[in-house]
C-alpha cells in the first residue's frame, strides 16, 4: 500500500524557507522568465514542497527565490515527513519522473490551439511544445475556410492584438513573431 507522506498545508514566508544544500537543479534565464510570467498569469496553483524532519526544501526553489524577489509575504507549503535517504531521493526523482511522460501531439495541439495568453515567454513556450521552430522563418500560416472572416489587428508596441479567431504570438523582435490559428466558434 502506497504511503501517505504529506502532513499538512500552511502558508509561509518564502525567506524562512531552506534551501536544499542537495539541490542539483539549476535554473537557466528562459526558465525563469516563463516561472515567473506563469506566475504572474496563473498565481500559484502548486505548492512547494519541504520536508519536515530536515527543515529542507524538497521541490519548489525556484518559485521560492520569485517570491522573494517580487516580495510575496506568503506562499504556499505542502509539509512531508521523509528521512534524510528518502529526501535526497525524492531530490533526485521527482522532476525526472515527471519528464518521463510523453504527450499526445494530437491533444497537446488541440490544447494550445485553444490558450490565449499575451504573455511572451509563455507563447514562446507553447510554440516549442507544439513543435514550431520559433528561429525559423518564413512561418506557414494554415489557410482558412470561406465560412471564416477574420481581422487581424498588430501593434507593434503592444505586441500582441487578438482579433477574430488569429492570436499573433510574441516572439524574441517584430521579424520573429508567430501567426497561430486560434480554435473559434466560427462556422
Not at 505548492?47 to 518559485?63: C, K, L, M, Q, S
Request: hydrophobic share 40%.
Amino acid at each position: 500500500m502506497t504511503r501517505n507522506r504529506i502532513i499538512n498545508l500552511t502558508l509561509e514566508v518564502p525567506e524562512d524557507l531552506l534551501a536544499n544544500p542537495y539541490n542539483a537543479r539549476r535554473h537557466p534565464a528562459v526558465q525563469r522568465d516563463t516561472l515567473r510570467a506563469s506566475l504572474d498569469e496563473l498565481g500559484w496553483i502548486a505548492p512547494v514542497v519541504v520536508n519536515d524532519r530536515t527543515g529542507y526544501v524538497v521541490d519548489g526553489h525556484a518559485r521560492i527565490e520569485e517570491a522573494i524577489s517580487e516580495g510575496t509575504p506568503v506562499i504556499p507549503v505542502i509539509h512531508v515527513d521523509l528521512n534524510p535517504d528518502e529526501e535526497r531521493l525524492a531530490l533526485a526523482v521527482l522532476d525526472p519522473i515527471t519528464g518521463l511522460a510523453i504527450y499526445d501531439q494530437d491533444a497537446l495541439d488541440d490544447l494550445i490551439a485553444s490558450i490565449l495568453t499575451e504573455s511572451e515567454p509563455l507563447n514562446l513556450l507553447l510554440a516549442t511544445l507544439s513543435g514550431e521552430d520559433v528561429d525559423s522563418k518564413p512561418i506557414h500560416v494554415p489557410a482558412l475556410s470561406d465560412k471564416r472572416t477574420i481581422t487581424l489587428v498588430y501593434d507593434e508596441d503592444t505586441f500582441t492584438e487578438v482579433v477574430g479567431g488569429l492570436s499573433l504570438c510574441p516572439g524574441m523582435d517584430a521579424s520573429d513573431k508567430v501567426l497561430r490559428l486560434i480554435r473559434s466558434t466560427y462556422g
